[in-house]
């Protein structure tokens, strides 16, 4: 069995957390990406956590009280999140506390 698709989250996964996913399969961060960083990084950072990627494939979540949109990667796994919105991810095997 190939190597491809092996890290990628899956719908189930994303689901059990009650994180709606975005795209929940691993995508290219490119414009998409920037552009969410840039809205998340606009929003007052009151309340925020610091929160890692513990995977290498992109992705981009919608923080399931907050609604904004969070760009992770293997290369920029640290982003500072809406604490309401950490709970959430912290919950799956995917994130921890920076």
């Known amino acids: 069995m190939g190597c491809c698709g092996k890290n ?3 719908h189930a996964e994303m689901a059990a957390a009650k994180i709606p996913p975005l795209q929940a399969a691993p995508i290219n961060v490119g414009l998409r ?3 969410a960083q840039a809205l998340a990084c606009n929003q ?3 309340g925020s956590e610091s929160i890692r990627y513990l995977e290498r494939p992109s992705i981009v979540v919608r923080g399931p ?3 904004r949109q969070y ?3 293997g ?3 640290v982003q500072s999140v809406d604490a309401r ?3 959430a ?3 799956t095997r995917f994130f921890r506390r920076a």
Request: glycine letters at 4%; charged letters at 15%; a positive charge.
């Open 44 to 46: 007052p950072a009151t």
């Open 89 to 91: 991810f912290l919950r």
């Open 33 to 35: 990406a920037s552009r």
């Open 85 to 87: 919105d950490a709970s």
């Open 8 to 10: 990628r989250i899956t």
């Open 75 to 77: 290369t920029n796994p």
């Open 71 to 73: 760009a992770f990667s």
């Open 65 to 67: 009280a907050s609604g």
